[in-house]
T-cell receptor, first 116, second 112 residues
Framework: ETGVTQTPRHLVMGMTNKKSLKCEQHLGHNAMYWYKQSAKKPLELMFVYSLEERVENNSVPSRFSPECPNSSHLFLHLHTLQPEDSALYLC???????????????FGEGSRLTVL | GENVEQHPSTLSVQEGDSAVIKCTYSDSASNYFPWYKQELGKRPQLIIDIRSNVGEKKDQRIAVTLNKTAKHFSLHITETQPEDSAVYFCAASRYNNNDMRFGAGTRLTVKP
């Protein structure tokens, strides 16, 4: 399969559960991202892994924990979430040059998370 | 940090008419401005982008204009078609995707 693949596409979990979202990119990119998409709000950047560097949005709660074992795989570990965390979580990848130049973001189709 | 405002939040046009979506940004150092289209239930996809060294860029029926002095940029779609119906997001970034900020989106409906 080509492009950016996310699993699961849909996830329902209770507030005490632990689950993980998975993202895989087959584009040879060297940067991967997690975005949160809530209704009528801007796409919110949560985490970036790029050229061995991790960047995070300081407003993201610690109940979200990213993991990037290699340049093709990205995980988002979820623990003791709240109902307001229900949203579409989008993974993206891009190519970044050594100078940090901006590249097109290629998004996955998202994981729709519902927290009960 | 960067703040991107996008208007309108919804836009309905008749097929064949033009559609314009406007965005403003706050960080004068931003120099990359992409536009993404997200069809219902699908992933956002880049449709056009512009860098700060040009004022306008066109690709068939789609064009983007940038006014760096006023810190605003706009998406123009001419001869709209029903398949243009989607949510459109603008974004602004200083030099890499670490600091890219998106607008809240515009839901465009093209009525046949």
């Amino acid at each position: 399969e080509t492009g950016v693949t996310q699993t699961p596409r849909h996830l329902v979990m209770g507030m005490t559960n632990k689950k993980s979202l998975k993202c895989e990119q087959h584009l040879g990119h060297n940067a991967m991202y997690w975005y949160k998409q809530s209704a009528k709000k801007p796409l919110e950047l949560m985490f970036v892994y790029s050229l061995e560097e991790r960047v995070e949005n300081n407003s993201v709660p610690s109940r979200f924990s990213p993991e990037c074992p290699n340049s093709s795989h990205l995980f988002l570990h979820l623990h003791t979430l709240q109902p307001e965390d229900s949203a579409l979580y989008l993974c993206a990848s891009s190519h970044r040059g050594l100078a940090g130049s901006t590249g097109e973001l290629f998004f996955g189709e998202g994981s729709r998370l519902t927290v009960l | 940090g960067e703040n991107v405002e996008q208007h309108p939040s919804t836009l309905s046009v008749q097929e064949g008419d033009s559609a314009v979506i406007k965005c403003t940004y706050s960080d004068s150092a931003s120099n990359y401005f992409p536009w993404y289209k997200q069809e219902l239930g699908k992933r956002p996809q880049l449709i056009i982008d512009i860098r700060s060294n040009v004022g306008e860029k066109k690709d068939q029926r789609i064009a983007v204009t940038l006014n760096k002095t006023a810190k605003h940029f706009s998406l123009h779609i001419t001869e709209t078609q029903p398949e243009d119906s989607a949510v459109y997001f603008c974004a602004a970034s200083r030099y890499n995707n670490n600091d890219m900020r998106f607008g809240a989106g515009t839901r465009l409906t093209v009525k046949p």
